[in-house]
């Protein structure tokens, strides 16, 4: 608890609301599922599962499971494994499609979430006439903007004249839905594809996914998602909303740890497709011949007809052991949880805002229909001396110049009470620092 807690007198009230609200949480022993860094006597705060998700304690036996197959089996794990290597990526399917809303065979765990979305543009990135436009968002995540930007100059495009980047009005800070509409209407057909976020990175804007998609389909441009800061954030429905492409990584999230192995999604309409180009590698190649050794290419139905490679499956048994805490949380009571506390964390900044007079701007929409749970704060007039203050109390958060503090509170482990106790650090920062 902050030293001067006791001159706010809304602070034990915040206390006071998140206690109850973890002792009627559901989801509250979920916590005790994942390894919460220490920091001192106690636990940090931590606010950074948008970046990295935190250890599920399950982990650690998934992957010693993988190492004594490795011990005893060898090779022979491939067949003989508790999970058989040959087709380890398929543990992780009926999981990754309920989170994002697909029918199994239009998902797949592979690579890394650039190495995707460069193998789905490769796909649905097909300029040709006067159907050239690649559109994405303005201040999209730079690994996007480096992928789009290669993707045209594969095609000889140059990327002044052929990549759009669809930025807020003036003084705005997230994208209108009917903004973003009637662009797309505007670029018509010379619009090839829509490649955009699910949830802005930057600012935690959800994007409008099924308006975006049908507005792409109604100039005839496809349309696909990185959904890097949605997959295990927020409910997709991505068969539903007809998205024809998307992929994300494992590690935010979806806790997989470190580099662990991203996911594509290919809408069944296109999965079954042999005539879409792609770059091709064994691992697309039908899997009851796949040991024959033959040399031409026999294409594998659904999403998993993009794979390359076999699975890294060290790095993959991590990403197994969150998705079953995902699987028994259920994305439904997460999603309940998620919204209650962004709600508070929202309402708790307000209220630090004016009990230290400070100019504390959210800039992720209001409309918690539009949002996940981050929340992007600008705390204006402040510099790092702010996010110093805070690491020294043991929070965790993500922190962008000018002064722009990145908070995810995860409903997996994070409960209200760590959102109480950083509404006190947070209010302790700002009366330091003025
Ligand atoms: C985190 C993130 C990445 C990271 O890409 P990797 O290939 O996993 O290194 C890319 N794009 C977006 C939008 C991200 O949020």
Redesign the pocket.
Known sequence: MPQDAKDWTDLPLFMEEALQRDASDPLADFRHRFHMPPHGAGHALYFTG??LGLQPVEARSFIEGELEDWQRFGVEAHFEGRRPWVSYHKEATADLAALVGAQPEEVVAM???????HLLLISFYRPGGNRTKLMIEAG?????RY?ALSQLRLHGLDPDEHLIEIAPREGEHTLRAEDIETRIAAEGDSLACVMM?GV??YTGQWMPMERITRAAHAVGATCGF????ATGNVPLELHDWNVDFACW????YLNGGP?CT?GAFVHARHAHRPDLPRLEGWWGHSESRRFKMEPDFDLMPGAEGWQTSNAPVMNMAALLASLAEFRSAGMDRLRTKSLALTAFLEKGIHAVAEATDSRLEILTPSDPGARGCQLSVVAHGHGKALFDHLTQAGVIVDWREPAVIRLAPVPLYNSFRDVAEFLGLLHAGLRADT
């Open positions: 948008n970046s690579n890394a979430l650039t190495v995707n979305l999209a995540f730079p690994s996007d992928a976020c802005q990175y990185d959904l890097a800061h990584c494992g590690y935010k580099g991203a």
